[in-house]
DNA sequence: AACGCTGTGTAATAATATAACATTAATAAG
DNA sequence: CTTATTAATGTTATATTATTACACAGCGTT
């Protein structure tokens, strides 16, 4: 079983809470999507909680951590569910992510005083967005 | 005494709920601080969350959004809050803040695809720390 | 069949955070 | 000094976010 790209099937749950996210333009909080999948008989926190645990490990969403909420990768299937960077805006909430080479590789390469560097990074920008300015 | 900036003087919850904070060697959680406040009178929730709400919009603590945890700032140079770094160990947990004038200097100036700058960052690496690995 | 692994279902509860309202302290303006 | 205004406090209740614990089902491997 040697892929390159291991092909991740999603579940049933998974496949749902995917669409949701994936299909959502804003990013969207645990109980929100639980009350979108009820009728779907995804009935509690804890089946959406796997569901997103497992989606984001797999790069396929993202958690925004400041705001508690999950949005789909559209970095072309995000292998770097490890080096993430959104914008957000303050008034509206939109957030974007941010796929720039620049900044991804500025990123992987930091250094820390110690040389240290790291396998993993979250940015988060804030401002306003060109509509809210 | 050196006054580069306005000095905040602290409220009497502000301070003991920074005091807390800033003798700790590791981020502290608001309950974590509730619980060691209610022999100083603090009794409720809110009384922590309006302390800290207030000590991170002064930059005195910053909160590290991936562990729902404050730690004060010993960055001089961030009295603004606005631009915060630091690496984690996904093993001790330990959080440092890093202070590196290249990466500040570079997150400050980055624009997005539209040219957009942003007034507020904040950056988490994660990876394992010296003892860790 | 027995095992290991992943996913599911369910109930209960833990942990994190805010709303609403009343009161008091500190500061600024007349 | 007095009043107006803002910042901070105290308290109760509740909302929101997330996990623990336990039972079981499906599937591929040994």
């Known amino acids: 079983m040697n892929k390159m790209h291991k092909e991740h099937n999603l579940s049933k749950n998974q496949q749902i809470i995917f669409d949701i996210i994936n299909k959502s333009p804003e990013p969207l909080k645990a109980y929100t999507i639980l009350f979108n999948v009820q009728k779907k008989g995804i009935k509690a926190p804890l089946q959406v909680y ?57 990123l992987a390469n930091f250094k820390d005083k110690d040389g240290m560097k790291y396998s993993k990074y979250n940015l988060e920008f804030f401002g306003l967005c060109k509509k809210c300015r």
């Open 50 to 106: 796997r569901a997103l645990d497992k989606l984001v490990e797999i790069g396929k969403i993202h958690k925004i951590e400041s705001r508690n909420a999950f949005i789909a990768c559209h970095n072309s299937s995000c292998q770097v569910a490890k080096a993430t960077a959104f914008s957000i805006c303050e008034i509206c909430e939109k957030v974007t992510e941010i796929s720039s080479a620049g900044l991804s590789k500025y």
